[in-house]
């Protein structure tokens, strides 16, 4: 396939897109809760689900085999995507939270204790906060905290402090879903390493911000989504370093990740079946490596360029608005923009928006303790990926004037 | 007045406006210029918690009627608000467990009622409804 090399390429790709919203040219700006899928994405799962339809790794009929090929080629996909060092350290899960699940439970059981801790984020989405405080409760380990500062940056020296030698692993997001901002990853996981801790990066907005190279970042592991990458809903990866799973037990148990079974006494299968219980989600992974093949066929040098002139375009707009704060200031800003507005609540905004056809993020935004950290109960958010248009920001911008001008 | 004559004379209201803006701006009017709570209600026992925006709601039982306030951090939530202390507060809890509430969806406002909005509407209607429910079963 051709690459994608402008605006109207990339568009042309998402049907989603052309769509009116209450009578109005749709403005979708709520990517980083979901991506709208391409046309090559759509017409797989289509594909598979009215002909090449029959369950992997069971049968010796074509329909099986081929799907059994189609799902295993997106391990290498993914494994290539990230550059992992081989397709055994990819786990296909249901998504970002069940990959942290799965670690916070099986991670847990081989190597933390009593007396051990564990490092979560404030800034952090739920789904990166809970499993792990439920793994502390269950094995008596402590939960830590990494702070943030007024503009949402990791503070590092804190980070020195926190890593006392007990210590087991950190988990902490590569891109804040809120803020924005693309954390110093490598620098926190080197501190980690050194202090015997390993590190859990959720990439759940990383992996579609740029380049994620996990051989590079040093990270144990690696978790994301497929559903934020333009693929369908209830896929997600769990990469790990070889070493570390192995060692690690399976978290469910079922069909598939079995080598042997006897009433009294069952073997595992190896890396990667030995996690993936069940029959697995593989339509949707096998689509989700078509999504990859898709984000590959982007010109990279297009999306750098939209992904900086969005940015700085919604920056630009934002900031000329009276009594509108943004949160999360840093260099490395990419376009996911939370921000308030004095004297005016989030839903109100997103709802005005919402009639004006723009589609935006509104609330908590699962970051509970990132809200009591700015002392709000909700911020809006604008999330765009390199298919929304310049345009299109002046036009949320507009939109967004007029609604406060409704409110205040 | 009826609960139905009451719904049906803010269908009217609503009739003269064929932009969603004028509808909104009135809801708006309407959510700034109804201070429906007092203070001492905007307590943690009276809220209902919404993902968007928080509801608090308060009832009094008299006279064999049941009287609500309500109140609400989001402007255009609470314009709703007053609406349906409108049509519901003052009355019987029968007349309430009766009440179909059709008004809010010939009005066009149904969307902002729906499950997947959470706003605390919903579970404001549903917490009414209980209140009702219960004063009617206090009374027998």
């Not at chain 1, 902490?172 to 202090?195: D, F, Q, T, W, Y």
Request: glycine letters at 8%; aromatic letters at 8%; charged letters at 20%.
């Amino acid at each position: 396939m051709s690459a994608i090399e402008n605006i109207t390429q990339m568009r042309d790709n998402f049907p989603a897109l052309k769509q009116k919203v209450h009578g109005k040219d749709l403005i979708y700006f709520d990517n980083g809760a979901t991506a709208q899928k391409p046309l090559r994405v759509i017409s797989l799962i289509n594909e598979m689900n009215s002909g090449t339809n029959g369950n992997i790794h069971r049968a010796v009929h074509e329909l099986s085999a081929k799907c059994t090929t189609l799902y295993e080629s997106a391990r290498e996909t993914v494994k290539n995507f990230i550059n992992a060092s081989s397709a055994e350290e990819i786990i296909f899960t249901s998504g970002t939270t069940a990959s942290v699940n799965l670690v916070a439970n099986s991670f847990t059981t081989r190597f933390i204790s009593k007396g051990d801790s564990v490092i979560v984020c404030e800034a952090d989405h739920h789904s990166n906060i809970v499993p792990w405080q439920m793994a502390c409760l269950r094995s008596g380990a402590t939960l830590k905290v990494l702070p943030v500062d007024e503009n949402g940056e990791w503070i590092m020296d804190e980070l020195d402090n926190l890593l006392d030698g007990s210590v087991k692993i950190i988990s902490v997001a590569h891109i804040s879903n809120v803020l924005g901002i693309s954390n110093p990853v490598k620098e926190l996981i080197k501190r980690a390493h050194k202090s015997g801790a390993v590190v859990l990066i959720d990439g759940a907005q990383g992996i579609v911000h740029g380049d994620v190279d996990v051989k590079d970042l040093d990270c144990d592991f690696y978790v994301f989504s497929g559903h934020k990458l333009y693929g369908p809903t209830g896929t997600g990866i769990l990469y790990g370093k070889r070493e570390l799973l192995e060692q690690m037990g399976p978290w469910m148990g079922g069909g598939d990740m079995v080598e042997s079974v006897s009433l009294t006494r069952t073997t595992y299968a190896p890396l990667p079946l030995k996690f993936e219980a069940g029959t697995p989600n593989f339509i949707g992974v096998a689509a989700l490596g078509e999504a990859i093949r898709f984000v590959s066929s982007i010109d990279k040098e297009f999306v750098n360029n939209q992904e900086i002139s969005l940015t700085s375009a919604l920056l630009d707009g934002l900031e000329n608005i009276e009594g509108l704060k943004i949160f999360g200031k840093s260099k490395k800003k990419l376009p996911i923009l939370s921000f308030a507005v004095e004297g005016v609540h989030h839903a109100d905004l997103a709802m005005l928006l919402d009639k004006m056809g723009v589609a935006v993020r509104s609330g908590m935004m699962c970051c509970e303790p990132l809200m009591t950290r700015f002392g709000l109960t909700g911020m809006v958010r604008a999330s765009l990926l390199p298919y929304n248009t310049i345009d299109e920001t002046q036009l949320f911008v507009n939109a967004l004037q007029k609604a406060i001008k409704m409110l205040k | 007045m009826s609960i139905k004559e009451v719904e049906q004379q803010i269908v009217e209201e609503f009739s003269v406006f064929t932009d969603w803006l004028d509808k909104y701006e009135y809801l708006i009017d309407l959510g700034r210029s109804l201070p429906i709570i007092k203070d001492s209600g905007r307590e943690e026992k009276n809220l209902i918690k919404g993902c968007q925006s928080r509801v608090w709601l308060a009832a009094d039982y008299a006279d064999g009627k049941i009287w609500f306030t309500a109140d609400s951090d989001a402007i255009i939530t609470k314009g709703i608000i007053s609406l349906l202390v409108r049509v519901f507060s003052g009355r019987t809890p029968q007349e309430i467990i009766e009440a179909d509430l059709s008004f809010i969806k010939q009005i066009g406002l149904e969307e902002n009622l729906s499950p997947t909005r959470a706003n605390g509407l919903l579970s404001m209607i549903k917490q009414i409804k209980f209140y009702a429910v219960a004063f009617a079963a206090n009374k027998q």
